[in-house]
């Protein structure tokens, strides 16, 4: 118990990573999200929960402008990475997503080797000058993403060869071998057995030592096993921000309550 | 708050627990005004009774703890769901507890048939349960009603549990020094007092699990303690 309160406090001076203010999100006429204000520590796993179509996908597309992609899509209100606001007209979308990586709800390696796929982010980067530096990157990116002993004898072959667990893996190695600061997941586990599932959830608990990990689950398990702060989104609000362990044995509110114990869906 | 669950068998498991705690409930209040009585009027017909009920309070423990663990195991209970299953745990542990001081306390009327009466000790034991089974009474109401108000005022009237069983205590210290011959009888008569004002503490903590149960949180420590007799000389 103590050892939880003493983690609880910890959490609540690590500093911000990421601040959200005020941010409400359009797509045309559409408010998909209501006047978001959060801080998203470093070196912490974050899970967003609510119910499909409680803006969470949204949200956490805003925090690498994947939603500038989609034409309607307005953004507004203030995010802050690192103290900078990265709607700011001089930063570039492509550099802020090497900072900002993604790993998407459906496995999708390129149609390339294992070893492109994982290499493709540094080569466009530049991080690397020779092929020894970037073997390094390759490897050290597979080995963080638990895959090198599966997959070091076969860095040639399809990465669409592996299985689906190991797929996701190597979508994991590919956003983190352009050495993100915040890693962006977005349903990481929902095409996975429950094996892959502990693997990768493994491997979140891992990168929050390097990373701050924002992960969309609709697993309440999921997220309570892996994260150490939890937001309830409902209709486009966040209408619960807090410890883990606090939303899912005491929350606050009565809306997440509902949401947690099943009784909404 | 919503009412259901989306998952109406969760309603139906959790109503289910709910049901055998209660069962279990009626069952230790009984137990404790039949042993109460049938010391009174040395019925040792109904002594035999209670000991023999004790099984089925046993055996419903075991049951509602089978049922928490499948709960826990099969929907991943959380939140306040988390904290009934929890509370069920805690309260079904706490009757059988009741049960077994119940129990005790029928098999010493055995004993004490065959001994002096001492004074009216028997009636004010009797007294005492009657209040004890009046907090469980309570304790149980206020659990299936989810009433704070209610939980708090039964940890509040365990004061008076203890009050009446410091009385005892002197009581029967003043027998025993009058006359030896009656240290026998008040040493059992006393450790049912004790095992009476035990019933008075696990209905406490079944109280204070209704508390938790509805808000979470634990009641302060500062509960009344109003048993002095372990510092007397």
Same mark, same amino acid.
């Given at each position: 118990?103590?050892?939880?309160?003493?983690?609880?406090?910890?959490?609540?001076?690590?500093?911000?990573?990421?601040?959200?203010?005020?941010?409400?999100?359009?797509?045309?006429?559409?408010?998909?999200?209501?006047?978001?204000?959060?801080?998203?520590?470093?070196?912490?796993?974050?899970?967003?929960?609510?119910?499909?179509?409680?803006?969470?996908?949204?949200?956490? &597309?805003?925090?690498?402008?994947?939603?500038?992609?989609?034409?309607?899509?307005?953004?507004?209100?203030?995010?802050?990475?690192?103290?900078?606001?990265?709607?700011?007209?001089?930063?570039?979308?492509?550099?802020?997503?090497?900072?900002?990586?993604?790993?998407?709800?459906?496995?999708?390696?390129?149609?390339?080797?294992?070893?492109?796929?994982?290499?493709?982010?540094?080569?466009?980067?530049?991080?690397?000058?020779?092929?020894?530096?970037?073997?390094?990157?390759?490897?050290?990116?597979?080995?963080?993403?638990?895959?090198?002993?599966?997959?070091?004898?076969?860095?040639?072959?399809?990465?669409?060869?592996?299985?689906?667990?190991?797929?996701?893996?190597?979508?994991?190695? &590919?956003?983190?071998?352009?050495?993100?600061?915040?890693?962006?997941?977005?349903?990481?586990?929902?095409?996975?057995?429950?094996?892959?599932?502990?693997?990768?959830?493994?491997?979140?608990?891992?990168?929050?030592?390097?990373?701050?990990?924002?992960?969309?689950?609709?697993?309440?398990?999921?997220?309570?096993?892996?994260?150490?702060?939890?937001?309830?989104?409902?209709?486009?609000?966040?209408?619960?921000?807090?410890?883990?362990?606090?939303?899912?044995?005491?929350?606050?509110?009565?809306?997440?309550?509902?949401?947690?114990?099943?009784?909404?869906? | 708050?919503?009412?259901?669950?989306?998952?109406?068998?969760? @309603?139906?498991?959790?109503?289910?627990? =709910?049901?055998?705690?209660?069962?279990?409930?009626?069952?230790?209040?009984?137990?404790?005004?039949?042993?109460?009585?049938?010391?009174?009027? #040395?019925?040792?017909?109904?002594?035999?009774?209670?000991?023999?009920?004790?099984?089925?309070?046993?055996?419903?423990?075991?049951?509602?703890?089978?049922?928490?663990?499948?709960?826990?195991?099969?929907?991943?209970?959380?939140?306040?769901?988390?904290?009934?299953?929890?509370?069920?745990?805690?309260?079904?542990?706490?009757?059988? #507890?009741?049960?077994?001081?119940?129990?005790?306390?029928?098999?010493?009327?055995?004993?004490?048939?065959?001994?002096?009466?001492?004074?009216?000790?028997?009636?004010?034991?009797?007294?005492?349960?009657?209040?004890?089974?009046?907090?469980?009474?309570?304790?149980?109401?206020?659990?299936?009603?989810?009433?704070?108000?209610?939980?708090?005022?039964?940890?509040?009237?365990?004061?008076?549990?203890?009050?009446?069983?410091?009385?005892?205590?002197?009581?029967?210290?003043?027998?025993?020094?009058?006359?030896? #011959?009656?240290?026998?009888?008040?040493?059992?008569?006393?450790?049912?007092?004790?095992?009476?004002?035990?019933?008075? @503490?696990?209905?406490?903590?079944?109280?204070? =699990?209704?508390?938790?149960?509805?808000?979470?949180?634990?009641? @302060?420590?500062?509960?009344?303690?109003?048993?002095?007799?372990?510092?007397?000389?």
């Amino acid at each position: 118990m103590n050892d939880m309160t003493r983690l609880e406090n910890a959490l609540d001076v690590t500093e911000a990573k990421i601040s959200a203010r005020g941010v409400q999100v359009f797509y045309g006429d559409t408010q998909a999200i209501r006047d978001v204000d959060v801080e998203i520590a470093d070196k912490t796993v974050t899970a967003l929960i609510g119910p499909s179509g409680c803006g969470k996908s949204t949200f956490l &597309r805003c925090l690498n402008r994947m939603n500038d992609t989609i034409e309607s899509c307005r953004v507004e209100g203030t995010i802050l990475l690192d103290g900078e606001d990265i709607y700011d007209r001089r930063v570039d979308p492509v550099q802020l997503r090497a900072k900002v990586g993604m790993v998407f709800q459906k496995p999708n390696p390129f149609p390339k080797s294992i070893y492109d796929n994982v290499a493709y982010g540094p080569r466009i980067h530049g991080l690397a000058r020779t092929r020894a530096e970037l073997d390094e990157i390759v490897e050290r990116a597979l080995r963080r993403a638990a895959l090198w002993t599966e997959a070091k004898d076969r860095l040639s072959e399809p990465g669409t060869g592996l299985s689906g667990g190991q797929q996701q893996r190597l979508c994991i190695a &590919r956003a983190v071998a352009t050495e993100p600061e915040v890693l962006l997941m977005d349903e990481p586990c929902s095409a996975l057995d429950p094996i892959a599932t502990a693997q990768v959830e493994e491997l979140i608990d891992e990168l929050r030592q390097n990373y701050s990990v924002v992960i969309v689950t609709h697993s309440m398990q999921q997220a309570a096993r892996v994260s150490q702060k939890t937001a309830f989104f409902h209709l486009g609000n966040l209408v619960e921000f807090g410890e883990t362990g606090h939303i899912f044995t005491n929350p606050e509110d009565p809306r997440t309550e509902a949401y947690i114990t099943g009784r909404i869906g | 708050m919503h009412e259901h669950h989306i998952a109406s068998a969760f @309603d139906r498991d959790l109503e289910a627990i =709910q049901a055998r705690i209660m069962k279990m409930g009626g069952l230790v209040e009984a137990a404790i005004m039949e042993a109460a009585r049938s010391l009174e009027t #040395r019925d040792l017909e109904l002594a035999e009774r209670v000991r023999a009920a004790d099984k089925a309070i046993d055996a419903l423990e075991d049951m509602i703890n089978e049922e928490a663990a499948r709960v826990i195991a099969l929907r991943a209970p959380t939140a306040v769901d988390l904290r009934l299953i929890l509370s069920v745990t805690r309260i079904s542990g706490n009757l059988e #507890r009741i049960g077994d001081y119940a129990k005790n306390m029928a098999k010493r009327t055995g004993v004490l048939s065959q001994m002096p009466t001492v004074d009216d000790s028997a009636g004010a034991l009797r007294r005492m349960a009657r209040e004890v089974e009046q907090m469980l009474k309570d304790a149980l109401d206020a659990y299936i009603q989810r009433d704070v108000e209610l939980a708090g005022d039964v940890i509040e009237r365990d004061r008076e549990v203890d009050q009446m069983y410091n009385a005892l205590f002197r009581e029967f210290l003043t027998f025993m020094m009058e006359d030896p #011959r009656n240290i026998s009888p008040c040493m059992h008569l006393h450790f049912i007092a004790k095992n009476i004002e035990r019933m008075g @503490d696990h209905v406490t903590a079944i109280a204070e =699990q209704v508390i938790y149960l509805v808000s979470g949180a634990r009641p @302060d420590e500062a509960r009344p303690k109003a048993d002095t007799t372990s510092v007397k000389i």
